[in-house]
Structure formats: structure tokens, C-alpha cells
């Protein structure tokens, strides 16, 4: 799926690679289990009911931008350890970091995008990008769903009220 972001995204949620009900929908976060939309409303109060359309417009509209680490990858089902790993193609991260430089900080939905980001995409990036700040949010998946959402919702707050320490993913 193509990511969204335009030149007022400052924030770019980075998940792994979409599940099967998003890939069906061709929308992000389409899996109804899936927290990521409940989130959003909470922090921005973007109804999840919205169609999709008009939520993405949203969250451009609040500077947040959504893509995958992984562009393509052969998955039975849709959780993110039965990704087999040698079939990863990343994305061309270097590519939208030049298109919109003013991403100032990716936020990982959970420890596998941000590990893949690590191994396959930090490599490929020119300096440029070590401004770019880097934080990994507990995934919003319902395969994570030992946190209870008040403390999911209360991490994934980065992404509206401040800015994490400047680290590597």
C-alpha cells in the first residue's frame, strides 16, 4: 500500500506491513481489532466511524503520516512473526525523507517495525536524516494485547504531545 504524508507531516507512524484486512480494504489499520483508529480518535477526535478517506485527511491535517517498513513480503496470515524475513523488500524510506523533509519523528507500532527499520532501512539513509527522531509505540495489533489500552493510549501520546529523545530505533 502507498504511504500518506504530504509536506505538513512531522510525525510518521511506522508500522510493519499491512494484515490481510487492510491489504482486502486497501486501508491502513482496516482490522477492526485493531487499536490504531481508537487511538487516534482518543488523541485527536477523529471518529473511526469517518470513512477512511476523510480520517486519512485528518491525520494529514495533524501533520501525521502512516507507511510500513517492509514494501513487500510473503506472510501466511497477518502477524508479524510469520513474516519470513529473507522475502523482505523494504520501502524507499531515503526517497520520502527527500520528498518530505519535515518529518522530525517516526513512531514504530511495535518492536518488529522497529527492528526491521534498524536492519533494513537505517543503512540505506544518508546523514541528513539523523535529525530525525525515533520512538517505538506498543503495537496497536490485537495479536499485542497484553498492555490495557489506557497505557497503549497514554505511550502513543508522543505522537500528538512532544517530541521523544533523539535515538536510534
Not at 92 to 98: I, S, T, V
Request: aromatic residues 10%.
Amino acid at each position: 500500500m502507498r504511504y500518506f504524508a504530504d509536506a505538513r507531516t512531522r510525525v510518521l507512524v511506522v508500522g510493519t506491513l499491512p494484515g490481510q484486512a487492510s491489504l482486502a480494504a486497501r486501508q491502513y489499520y482496516a482490522q477492526p481489532q485493531n487499536a490504531f483508529w481508537r487511538v487516534i480518535e482518543d488523541l485527536h477526535g477523529v471518529p473511526r466511524t469517518l470513512p477512511y478517506r476523510q480520517r486519512v485527511a485528518a491525520l494529514l491535517e495533524h501533520g501525521i503520516g502512516v507507511w510500513d517498513v517492509c514494501a513487500s513480503a510473503h506472510r501466511p496470515g497477518s502477524l508479524d512473526s510469520s513474516i519470513a524475513r529473507e522475502s523482505i523488500v523494504a520501502n524507499d524510506f531515503a526517497r520520502l525523507y527527500r520528498r518530505w523533509p519535515g518529518i522530525e519523528l517516526v513512531c514504530f507500532n511495535g518492536a518488529t517495525a522497529a527492528t526491521l527499520y534498524r536492519k533494513l532501512v537505517l543503512p540505506t539513509l544518508a546523514t541528513a536524516t539523523t535529525q530525525i527522531r525515533y520512538v517505538v509505540l506498543p503495537s496497536t495489533s490485537p495479536a499485542h494485547a497484553s498492555m490495557r489500552y489506557a497505557e497503549k493510549l497514554e505511550r502513543w501520546r508522543i505522537v500528538t504531545s512532544g517530541w521523544a529523545s533523539r535515538r536510534a530505533p
